[in-house]
């Protein structure tokens, strides 16, 4: 008994602070949350895959798993388990966070079943498994499948019970008679990238296999903040592969496939299941979500549904739980006037908590219950599909989001007290999922997957501010938006410049532009030497107009330069100063 109350401590002492993929602002014991409510843990291949409509207004896909092991609950050699969200004609709906997985996958699956929306065996977390090597992705000190193994066993106190041997010492020899050659990474480049924005990324070195093959590459997973790896299968990303180099874009692909990269080094993985890992880290500023479909590489997008963006309206519950705190208005704030992506808030308040496809876009408090324990949020994004010239694109026609009502929130004005959690940051924070951003690596960002008890991460400062940006200049320069009308830059009038997190309190000091918000020109004023340099730069990085200061009093004509975010940067011999600009 004693030796059963340490093996069971020690599992717990593992499992503390891992995070399952895909987890959206989860707490940090989520994974033993997940364990110990599940209904049936298995593990085995998803053979096929189809969606559905229910009756709740949601879309579903049900995962036909071949079942080669049981961990936990009564399953035969085949089970339907279901996923939220998925592809139904030329409609899409995405949740995060949700389970995600692809056709010929292969993983351990923890399944619950959700009574309040009549949904039997509802996948809570999938833990993609390589079938050759073993290894385990997107948990944290838990590299390889015998370990997740005895692991959950002793979690749950059951035995495994193996209905399928898989013939892993079978496929390891024919490896072994084919190819053992060991990869080796030899450079990176860049090494400063964006995700889901069709980034290449060029691995070099040698013995990756002259074919891709059932080779691939992993990232350190932005949906745990980089603790573990998390594998990217075969498929669009992949631009070429040669024993030597590989070319590929950067992942953020959120449907059927959960592979978010994030800062950190870089893994390939040959068909043979040799590994190398990079020495250089790869960092991945910002994450747009992606979708893969029909095994082609589909982008998302921002459209104008009301008022040329979209407008929010609050639930009872939560209008009712800040009371007169101005959070929210706060929280969309701060996103608009950062980022320019069209976002506002409506005083009709909703009687509801559900969230469906229904024309309203929701932010508000659940009902007790009716979210995971383990979870402080979740948003479901709608999007409607269309063909263009670029290939299928996905543009956004409604966002919900809903807060955990059984947590302790704190909506007070200074740092959260106590055990409590900061309700503003998790705001902010599923604000930035709407807008079509995935988590980053980044401890001081709101897009950081976790937050813990008494933290709080109130401040847009880059990379969120630059993914915003990215993601609104690309809305209003769509060419082809299927329909729609098309996004318009929020009204920078309308906002406090103090909401504007990249303008500190110095740089107002030693250099005043005006106007800002600016039209067709600006003034830059202040204490520079003559011949002093400015550049202006967009969204997206790119110098739009650069010049020589030759007075501390100098007028810019920027008639050229279309709506949206900009960056000044002002530099002389002993000093350099940055500021956020709007053009209205």
Not at 169 to 186: F, G, H
Not at 360 to 377: A, T
Request: glycine fraction near 8%; aromatic fraction near 8%.
């Amino acid at each position: 008994m004693k030796s059963q109350k340490y093996h069971f401590a020690l599992l717990i002492s593992l499992f503390l602070g891992l995070e399952v993929c895909a987890q959206c602002l989860s707490l940090p014991n989520a994974v033993e949350q997940q364990l110990n409510s599940s209904n049936k843990i298995i593990e085995g291949k998803i053979v096929s895959q189809q969606t559905f409509a229910a009756a709740d207004g949601n879309i579903y896909t049900s995962n036909s798993i071949d079942v080669y092991r049981v961990f936990k609950g009564e399953v035969g050699f085949n089970i339907d388990v279901v996923t939220e969200g998925g592809v139904l004609g030329d409609w899409m709906q995405v949740v995060t966070p949700s389970a995600q997985m692809h056709v010929g996958e292969y993983g351990v699956l923890v399944v619950n079943d959700d009574l309040n929306r009549s949904l039997t065996s509802l996948a809570s977390a999938f833990y993609s498994v390589d079938e050759k090597s073993g290894t385990v992705y997107g948990l944290k000190n838990v590299a390889h499948r015998e370990v997740l193994y005895e692991s959950i066993a002793r979690a749950t106190g059951t035995q495994t019970i193996e209905l399928r041997r898989i013939p892993v010492d079978l496929l390891q020899a024919n490896a072994t008679q084919t190819s053992r050659a060991v990869p080796e990474i030899s450079s990176v480049y860049p090494l400063a990238v964006t995700a889901g924005t069709q980034t290449v990324l060029t691995i070099t070195g040698q013995g990756f296999g002259t074919e891709q093959g059932d080779g691939y590459v992993a990232f350190h997973n932005a949906d745990d903040g980089g603790q573990s790896f998390v594998s990217l299968p075969t498929g669009p990303h992949y631009i070429s592969w040669t024993d030597t180099q590989i070319e590929m874009y950067v992942p953020s692909s959120t449907l059927y496939n959960n592979t978010v990269a994030g800062t950190g080094s870089v893994r390939v993985v040959s068909g043979n299941g040799a590994s190398a890992e990079s020495a250089q880290e790869v960092s991945v500023e910002y994450a747009k979500s992606e979708v893969v479909y029909s095994n082609q590489l589909n982008s998302t997008m921002l459209v104008g549904m009301q008022s040329g963006g979209y407008v929010y309206k609050r639930n009872q519950q939560l209008a009712q739980f800040v009371g007169s705190s101005n959070m929210v208005d706060a929280a969309f704030e701060k996103w608009a006037c950062n980022t320019g992506v069209n976002f506002a808030l409506d005083n009709e308040i909703l009687n509801m908590t559900d969230w469906a496809h229904d024309g309203n876009n929701l932010i508000g408090l659940s009902n007790p219950g009716q979210l995971p324990s383990y979870l402080l949020g979740k948003t479901v994004t709608t999007f409607s599909g269309c063909s263009t010239p670029n290939g299928l694109q996905w543009n956004l026609i409604e966002v919900d989001i809903l807060l955990n009502r059984d947590i302790d929130w704190w909506i007070g004005d200074v740092a959260p007290t106590g055990n409590l959690y900061d309700l503003e940051t998790a705001i902010l924070h599923e604000i930035g999922h709407a807008h079509l951003l995935q988590h980053n690596n980044n401890l001081s960002s709101p897009m950081y997957f976790q937050l813990t008890e008494g933290a709080m991460r109130r401040d847009l400062y880059s990379p969120s501010i630059d993914g915003g940006n990215y993601v609104s200049t690309q809305a209003v320069e769509a060419p082809t938006t299927c329909g729609n009308e098309s996004h318009q830059y929020f009204d920078f009038s309308t906002c406090n410049l103090s909401l504007i997190n990249a303008v500190d309190d110095k740089i107002k000091n030693e250099i005043l532009v005006f106007p800002n918000p600016f039209q067709d020109q600006i003034t830059i004023a202040g204490e520079w030497k003559s011949g002093s340099l400015f550049s202006i730069f967009d969204a997206a990085g790119r110098m739009v107009l650069n010049g020589i200061l030759n007075s501390n009093n100098q007028t810019i004509s920027t008639s050229q330069l279309s709506k949206g975010v900009y960056v000044l940067e002002v530099r002389d011999e002993a000093k350099s100063h940055i500021q956020r600009l709007i053009k209205n």
